[in-house]
C-alpha cells in the first residue's frame, strides 16, 4: 500500500501535458508539440480552434503551454468569440512552471552616436511620420520626457474665453506668469499641458501661445467647464519641451528630423544599455462582438508578462471626468 501511495505522489506532481506548445524558437509551420512547437500565439489559437472542432464534446480544459523567453509583437494578441471555451472545458494559455515568456510591442534601439555626453539616433521611420512613440525604456525602466518647470509647477493666472467650441463647453483658454510659457519653443504642437483638476487631469498639446498677452490656446478643450475647468489658481505644467532636455534619464523626439535624444544615466554605456521604443498600443485583447452579443469566455491566461506599450495623447488631448477614468 505504501509503495502505491508513493507512485500516485510522484505522478500527481509531474506537470499536466499540454495540448499545443509555443516557444521564442519555434515555428509556426511546426505540428505545435513539445518538441516542435509553435513560434506564436495566434498560429496556437487556431489549432485550438481546430482541435475544438474535432471535439465538440470534450469535458477537459485545452491548455498551450508557452515556454518562457522573449516574443516580439507586431500585432496584439486578440480573443474573439469563436476563441471561447466551454464551461467545464476552458481554453488556458500558461506559461510552462518555472519560466517567463515575455511579450514585447518595443524594438530595441541601436547604432547611437554620442555626442557631448548625449546619446542620438535618427530614427527613418519617425522622420517620415510612420513611427511616433511617448514612451521610452530603459534597461527595463521607464524613462521621461523633459518638463518645465522642472520641479513644482506653474498656475494659471485667469481663465480666458475660449477660441471655438468644444462639445461639451470645456475650456480651451487660460493666462499664465510672464516667462512660464515659450512660443519659440522647438516643435510647440508637441508641447503638452497637463492641467490638474479637482481630481483629474487634462492632457492637451498647445496650439498658440501669445506672449504679449500671456495666453495660452490648446489644441482641444478640456471635459467641461466645472469638473475641467481652466480656472485661476490651477496648477499645471509643460511636457515634452526640447528646451528642458538637461537631466540624465531624460529624452526627446524630435518628430520633424527623426532624431532621438538620450541623456544617459551614470554608467550607461550605448553597446550595454538595453533601449526600447514601443510600437504597438495593445499587447492583448479580449474582443466581443456587439452586434450579435457574442462574448468572449472561459479564456485563462495564466504566468505572462507584457511589455513595451505605446501611447500618444489624440490630436485634440485627452481629458475625461472622474480620476482618468471615462
Known amino acids: 500500500m505504501l509503495r502505491t501511495l508513493l507512485c500516485f505522489a510522484l505522478a500527481a506532481a509531474l506537470p499536466q501535458a499540454a495540448d499545443f506548445y509555443v516557444a521564442p524558437t519555434g515555428n509556426d509551420t511546426a505540428p505545435g508539440t513539445a518538441q516542435a512547437p509553435f513560434g506564436t500565439i495566434a498560429r496556437a489559437q487556431r489549432a485550438v480552434l481546430d482541435l475544438r472542432r474535432n471535439q465538440p464534446g470534450r469535458k477537459t480544459a485545452v491548455e498551450v503551454e508557452i515556454r518562457g523567453g522573449r516574443y516580439l509583437l507586431a500585432t ?26 515575455v511579450f514585447s510591442g518595443g524594438v530595441r534601439l541601436t547604432g ?59 475650456n480651451n483658454r487660460f493666462r499664465f506668469r510672464k516667462g512660464d510659457l515659450d512660443p519659440n519653443w522647438h516643435n510647440l504642437a508637441d508641447v503638452e499641458l497637463l492641467v490638474f483638476h479637482n481630481w483629474s487631469m487634462s492632457r492637451i498639446p498647445v ?45 526627446y523626439l524630435d518628430r520633424q528630423s527623426g532624431v532621438l535624444t538620450y541623456l544617459p544615466m ?61
Do not use: M
Open 76 to 101: 496584439p494578441i486578440r480573443f474573439l468569440p469563436e476563441d471561447s471555451g466551454r464551461p467545464g472545458s476552458e481554453t488556458i494559455y500558461r506559461a510552462r512552471a518555472g519560466e517567463t515568456p
Open 112 to 170: 547611437w552616436q554620442v555626442r557631448n555626453g548625449r546619446w542620438e539616433l535618427t530614427i527613418a521611420e519617425v522622420k517620415a511620420g510612420a513611427w511616433r512613440f511617448s514612451q521610452l525604456f530603459v534597461n527595463g525602466q521607464r524613462r521621461y520626457r523633459p518638463r518645465f518647470p522642472k520641479t513644482g509647477s506653474h498656475y494659471i493666472t485667469r481663465p480666458l474665453p475660449n477660441e471655438g467650441k468644444g462639445t461639451r463647453g470645456g
Open 207 to 251: 496650439q498658440s501661445i501669445d506672449p504679449e498677452r500671456k495666453a495660452v490656446t490648446l489644441a482641444g478643450f478640456t471635459w467641461n467647464p466645472r469638473i475641467g475647468a481652466l480656472a485661476t489658481g490651477r496648477n499645471y505644467i509643460a511636457e515634452n519641451v526640447r528646451e528642458a532636455l538637461d537631466e540624465p534619464g531624460e529624452w
Open 266 to 326: 551614470p554608467g550607461e554605456a550605448p553597446d550595454q544599455t538595453e533601449v526600447v521604443a514601443p510600437r504597438t498600443d495593445c499587447l492583448l485583447g479580449f474582443q466581443g462582438d456587439g452586434a450579435t452579443g457574442l462574448t468572449v469566455d472561459h479564456i485563462r491566461v495564466q504566468g505572462l508578462v507584457f511589455e513595451h506599450t505605446n501611447w500618444n495623447v489624440p490630436a485634440n488631448g485627452h481629458c475625461v471626468p472622474q480620476s482618468e477614468v471615462s
